[in-house]
């Protein structure tokens, strides 16, 4: 096994570059993020906001329109706005819950949709 050896002082100065370029990633990252959410036309607010309505749509859906009882269920589209939901602007922790119901209930209705299909046959 290796061993480095260096003084106190050594150590504190890599300490402080350490310290130093978490900073200037942290700043970075902080205007890297202000850059993204720029929006001088308004375009990204109002897909948010279309977003953030076809979230609702779906949770209502979901909540009200069980698979097994519904046929032709689109759970493609269902699918679909899951996996876009991480890219809302005010996607949070609850929001990640939700996202993996929305898919899990994708899931079901795609089993649902393939037995009635398979029993068609």
Same mark, same amino acid.
């Given at each position: 096994?290796?061993?480095?050896?260096?003084?106190? =002082?050594?150590?504190?100065?890599?300490?402080? #570059?350490? #310290?130093r370029?978490?900073?200037e990633l942290a700043k970075m990252r902080n205007e890297l993020n202000a850059e993204r959410?720029?929006?001088?036309?308004?375009?990204? =607010?109002?897909?948010?906001?279309?977003?953030?309505s076809a979230v609702e749509i779906a949770r209502f859906a979901v909540a009200n329109l069980p698979p097994e009882t519904v046929k032709g269920w689109p759970y493609s589209?269902?699918?679909?706005?899951?996996? #876009?939901?991480?890219?809302?602007? =005010?996607?949070g922790i609850d929001d990640g819950d939700l996202r993996n119901e929305l898919?899990?209930?994708?899931?079901? #209705?795609?089993?649902?949709?393939?037995?009635?299909a398979a029993v068609a046959e």
């Open positions: 096994m290796a061993s480095i050896t260096m003084t106190l =002082d050594e150590w504190n100065q890599h300490l402080a #570059a350490k #310290a370029v978490e900073e959410s720029k929006d001088p036309t308004g375009r990204l =607010d109002a897909l948010a906001a279309i977003g953030r589209h269902l699918n679909r706005i899951a996996q #876009a939901m991480k890219e809302l602007p =005010d996607f898919l899990a209930f994708a899931r079901e #209705a795609q089993r649902h949709e393939a037995r009635r």
